[in-house]
């Protein structure tokens, strides 16, 4: 029996399973793009079974062309957002500190006799707050 021949059955490698799980996962990391973590742990999950679902093979079905896509821009989204929030964070706050300090000035305001007193109150005890 030889390998190239036509009455023999060919296995196919490919993995549709993974295919699809790719596409799942792309939609998944783009629809959480804001979310900066599960947009870059979905996309690269998406690209790896992307990959993965050639199971050796040099081309790609559709949805896994379409989900590794996906999967590159959710990753692409998730940095930029990153990108972002670090950029408001310096420009608007001048840095950790001064996003932590207006942190502490809204709780000041929030529940302004919390620091009056030397007892210090809880602001969900309701008894002592009045």
Same mark, same amino acid.
């Given at each position: 029996m030889e390998y190239n021949d036509p009455n023999t059955s060919y296995i196919d490698?490919?993995?549709p399973s993974m295919a699809i *799980?790719?596409?799942i996962l792309g939609? *998944?990391?783009l629809a959480m793009s804001c979310c900066i973590y599960? *947009?870059?742990i979905f996309g690269s999950l998406a690209i790896i079974l992307a990959l993965l679902s050639r199971g050796g093979e040099m081309t790609t079905?559709?949805?896994?062309?379409?989900?590794l896509i996906l999967g590159i821009i959710s990753i692409v989204c998730g940095i930029l957002f990153l990108i972002y929030?670090?950029?408001?964070?310096f420009v608007q706050f001048g840095g950790l500190e001064g996003y932590m300090q207006y942190i502490e000035d809204l709780m000041e305001d929030m529940y302004p006799n919390l620091y009056d007193t030397n007892e210090w109150h809880?602001?969900?005890d309701f008894y002592n707050s009045f």
């Amino acid at each position: 029996m030889e390998y190239n021949d036509p009455n023999t059955s060919y296995i196919d490698k490919r993995s549709p399973s993974m295919a699809i *799980a790719s596409l799942i996962l792309g939609i *998944a990391g783009l629809a959480m793009s804001c979310c900066i973590y599960p *947009a870059i742990i979905f996309g690269s999950l998406a690209i790896i079974l992307a990959l993965l679902s050639r199971g050796g093979e040099m081309t790609t079905s559709g949805y896994s062309k379409i989900g590794l896509i996906l999967g590159i821009i959710s990753i692409v989204c998730g940095i930029l957002f990153l990108i972002y929030g670090l950029f408001i964070l310096f420009v608007q706050f001048g840095g950790l500190e001064g996003y932590m300090q207006y942190i502490e000035d809204l709780m000041e305001d929030m529940y302004p006799n919390l620091y009056d007193t030397n007892e210090w109150h809880s602001p969900y005890d309701f008894y002592n707050s009045f």
